[in-house]
């Protein structure tokens, strides 16, 4: 068995839709047919209930610069976890090391 899917797409500036078009998907499904069946390609059809629509809405320079600064920030942040953690990991080898020399261990 076959299955077609139509979505469809708006477009839109404003409340205004520029155009409508149209996505589709096919899949297919095998089944066990009886052996004595003819031959036969079954179709079925469903349109998507809801429509996708896509607006083109353009950001101002002060929005653009407080996106570009939550990323800076954002990355700062997760460079400072990644750096406490290397440098808690660190601490933890040479105590460790000191460790095992102190008992000999290691030579």
Same mark, same amino acid.
């Given at each position: 068995?076959? @299955? +077609?899917?139509?979505?469809? #797409?708006?477009?839109?500036?404003?409340?205004?839709?520029?155009?409508?078009? @149209? &996505?589709? %998907?096919? %899949?297919?499904?095998?089944?066990?047919?009886?052996? #004595?069946?003819?031959?036969?390609? *079954?179709? =079925? #059809? !469903?349109?998507?209930?809801?429509?996708?629509?896509? &607006?083109?809405?353009?950001? =101002?320079?002060?929005?653009? +610069?407080? @996106?570009?600064?939550?990323?800076? $920030?954002?990355?700062?942040?997760?460079? $400072?976890?990644? #750096?406490? *953690?290397?440098?808690?990991? %660190?601490?933890?080898?040479?105590?460790?090391? &000191?460790?095992?020399? /102190? !008992?000999?261990?290691? /030579?």
């Amino acid at each position: 068995m076959y @299955y +077609f899917t139509v979505v469809p #797409h708006d477009y839109l500036k404003g409340d205004q839709v520029i155009a409508r078009t @149209y &996505q589709y %998907s096919v %899949s297919s499904a095998c089944y066990n047919v009886c052996m #004595h069946r003819d031959p036969s390609i *079954i179709l =079925s #059809h !469903k349109t998507w209930p809801m429509a996708i629509g896509y &607006q083109k809405k353009s950001t =101002s320079f002060s929005q653009f +610069f407080i @996106y570009v600064c939550a990323i800076v $920030g954002g990355v700062f942040v997760c460079m $400072g976890i990644l #750096h406490r *953690i290397l440098q808690w990991l %660190s601490k933890r080898m040479k105590k460790l090391i &000191q460790y095992l020399l /102190e !008992k000999k261990v290691l /030579e």
